[in-house]
């Protein structure tokens, strides 16, 4: 996945998702749908999402039935774009971010509070 694509393709699910609240796979396949036609509004191609990401529908479907709780092996995808995102957006690293959603889980809200708490303690210490 390109960088552009990566920063949309994960911007774009920490701005929708935490307002979803369904497992409805019609009602994700048009989650996919809505968030294709906002990259091809961006001048973002499908291919360019579609090349590290197996699966647009699977990530999302993971993403929203693993909000709360920890990720497993299989959701290796929905990690890496989580921490990424996370890491890119507070100033922690990635290692961080990481450890922060073994510890929290998927909820954005939750874990933008606490990076931001490590950040701010960091900065503090340094």
């Known amino acids: 996945m390109s960088r552009r694509g990566l920063d ?6 920490a701005e929708h998702l935490p307002n979803v609240l369904t ?4 009602a994700v396949a048009d989650l996919v749908d809505e968030m294709m036609k906002a990259a091809g509004r961006e001048g973002i191609p499908a291919s360019e999402i579609d090349e590290e990401v197996d699966s ?7 993403a ?3 909000r709360e709780g920890s990720l497993g ?12 995102r996370l890491a890119r ?3 922690i690293t990635q290692e961080q ?6 510890t929290i889980g998927t909820d954005w809200d939750a874990l933008l509070r606490e990076a931001h708490f490590l950040k701010e303690r960091a900065d503090r210490q340094s």
């Open 97 to 102: 971010a990481g450890e922060l959603i073994e």
């Open 8 to 13: 949309f393709f994960d911007r774009w699910m």
């Open 56 to 62: 647009v529908f699977e990530v999302i479907f993971e």
């Open 64 to 66: 929203l039935q693993h």
């Open 73 to 84: 092996e299989s959701d290796q995808a929905v990690f890496e774009l989580l921490a990424g």
């Open 23 to 26: 497992d409805d796979p019609v």
């Open 89 to 91: 957006e507070t100033g």
